[in-house]
């Protein structure tokens, strides 16, 4: 087995500690699952956050509750409330999140979102 296998295993996310994030304004709460080449997080972002910078990195996106707002650098916004998704490459589109009400996400990133040229 290479050491980029995961084997099978649950994930109980009540024992994972949270980590805080400041935004631009609110705060962000993680918790985070980290395996080679893999992040997993759950991501709570408080009422009234906006993120603190735009990100290039690739994810999947996907939300558990409430509402967040994904915009572009170039000004495209979209709106992702429960069972809504959405997928990027690293590098493709800079992007920050907000919310009015608080919103917990899953996130998803890792090597397999890397740009192919």
Avoid at 10 to 21: L, Q, R, S, V, Y
Avoid at 25 to 46: C, D, H, K, N, S
Wanted: with cysteine.
């Amino acid at each position: 087995m290479s050491d980029r296998n995961i084997p099978f295993q649950t994930i109980d996310w009540a024992k994972i500690p949270k980590t805080e994030h400041k935004g631009e304004t609110g705060v962000a709460y993680w918790q985070t699952m980290q395996f080679q080449g893999l992040r997993i997080r759950i991501v709570e972002y408080a009422a009234g956050y906006l993120a603190d910078h735009w990100c290039k990195k690739g994810h999947i996106v996907h939300c558990l509750e409430g509402e967040v707002v994904s915009e572009l650098e170039d000004g495209t916004k979209s709106v992702l409330t429960r069972g809504m998704s959405y997928v990027v490459s690293d590098d493709l589109s800079s992007h920050r999140s907000a919310t009015e009400n608080g919103v917990k996400l899953m996130i998803i990133d890792g090597d397999f979102l890397k740009l192919k040229s």
